[in-house]
């Protein structure tokens, strides 16, 4: 099992005029320690569980440039772009430029949007449910058409590209990941696309995998070929008391065969923390 770190909180000490030093000490801590992916939230402003709307937020695809010139190993991702906010035919240029420049580190985690609040209120599209779903789908398809050899045109009910041309292509073609958790629609949207699927540590998890499992076979899929992540936050305590109970947290997912934890860690500017999961979690997990 492999461990990844979620940054979704910048308001740190140091405030704005400290965060890019901060974000390089996390990065390179990280690192170190053994995380095998970093990701940023691709939200405007700050979402409710972490803190109010003006709690400090960086754009995702710019904070992941500047990661990936201060990283050289850790996988990089948007932990998920919200599909609606970019064009499709940009996006899969902005990650395609994420790639080339991360030496072949790019990931796309994609999803329908949720906020719209912030939608809203920096009038970014944000269309009923039904039609994010439907672009979230025709996104997924670009993508796919721009990482290949088909620079020809694409017509969809929402979008329609004349030219699908992408150069530089991407090193490698950048693995997708799917937010989410909806039975009907988004775990058929994993099977049918993804390289892997992300899900929450609940009671339901189990039987959201037996879901994944029928969307498989009914597309033709191997199961085991869709990767199963999970993402939790991650409380060891202040001197790494709870690491016991986390590390049997991460035995009974393993045996669900989740083979990544994307995890979010509280002060996280305080790197001894990152330091001591390194240690603590991140080689034991390698064992799971």
Request: glycine letters at 10%.
């Amino acid at each position: 099992m492999e461990i990844g770190l979620h940054l979704s909180n910048f308001t740190y000490p140091s405030g704005p005029a400290g965060l890019a030093d901060d974000l390089t000490r996390i990065a390179a801590t990280a690192e170190e320690a053994g995380f095998a992916r970093l990701s940023v939230m691709d939200h405007v402003w700050q979402i409710g569980v972490v803190g109010p709307p003006e709690l400090a937020m960086l754009e995702a695809y710019t904070t992941l440039g500047y990661l990936a010139a201060r990283t050289s190993k850790m996988q990089l991702l948007a932990w998920v772009t919200a599909a609606t906010y970019r064009e499709p035919g940009l996006l899969a240029k902005i990650v395609s430029t994420l790639d080339v420049l991360s030496q072949g580190r790019a990931w796309l985690g994609l999803g329908a949007g949720w906020n719209f609040h912030e939608a809203g209120g920096l009038g970014l599209p944000f269309p009923g449910t039904a039609e994010r779903f439907e672009r979230l789908e025709e996104t997924l398809q670009i993508c796919n058409q721009m990482w290949s050899d088909d620079e020809g045109p694409y017509e969809g009910t929402h979008y329609k590209l004349e030219r699908t041309l992408n150069s530089p292509q991407p090193l490698r073609t950048p693995p997708i990941l799917i937010g989410g958790g909806g039975e009907r629609k988004t775990l058929r949207l994993v099977a049918r696309y993804a390289r892997a699927c992300n899900l929450f540590p609940t009671p339901e998890l189990e039987h959201k995998l037996d879901v994944l499992r029928g969307h498989c076979e009914a597309e033709g899929r191997d199961y085991a070929d869709v990767e199963k992540t999970v993402m939790m936050s991650l409380d060891i305590g202040e001197k790494g008391e709870n690491i016991p109970a986390v590390l049997d947290q991460l035995r009974r997912l393993a045996a669900l065969d989740v083979s990544e934890v994307h995890v979010s860690v509280a002060q996280v500017w305080e790197t001894e923390r990152l330091e001591l999961i390194g240690r603590e979690v991140v080689a034991a997990a390698a064992e799971m």
